[in-house]
Nanobody, 123 residues
Framework: QVQLVESGGGLVQAGGSLRLSCADSGRTFRMYAMGWFRQAPGKEREFVAAIMWSRDNTIYADSVKGRFIISRDNAKNTVYLQMNSLQFEDTAVYYC????????????????WGQGTLVTVSS
């Protein structure tokens, strides 16, 4: 059973940085790809970034390109999201998600989800 656990959220001033972590503690084999999504109050969940486990392929939403970096540590079964130059509009609950066969921006492609971690950016 997959258990995705996010950590690293918190309160940060605009222009600051945070690093989110997502540990997969339950699965005995690796997912095909991992993604980060976010959901702001009153809005739909949206794609942020994704990375493949076995290759260096990454994709980003236009809104975070150049500011956020997704990476992974295969030995630790952990995916990271380094968030720099944070803006008020980045305030949201951030979720990591795992996919067994899909690599892309659609929430429908991901089968396993964490509980989320709140990121609040003060202006």
């Amino acid at each position: 059973q997959v258990q995705l656990v996010e950590s690293g959220g918190g309160l940060v001033q605009a222009g600051g940085s945070l690093r989110l972590s997502c540990a997969d503690s339950g699965r005995t084999f690796r997912m095909y790809a991992m993604g980060w999504f976010r959901q702001a109050p009153g809005k739909e969940r949206e794609f942020v970034a994704a990375i493949m486990w076995s290759r260096d392929n990454t994709i980003y939403a236009d809104s975070v390109k150049g500011r956020f970096i997704i990476s992974r540590d295969n030995a630790k079964n952990t995916v990271y999201l380094q968030m720099n130059s944070l803006q008020f509009e980045d305030t949201a609950v951030y979720y990591c998600a795992g996919s067994g066969r899909y690599f892309g921006p659609s929430t429908m492609g991901y089968s396993d989800w964490g509980q989320g971690t709140l990121v609040t950016v003060s202006s």
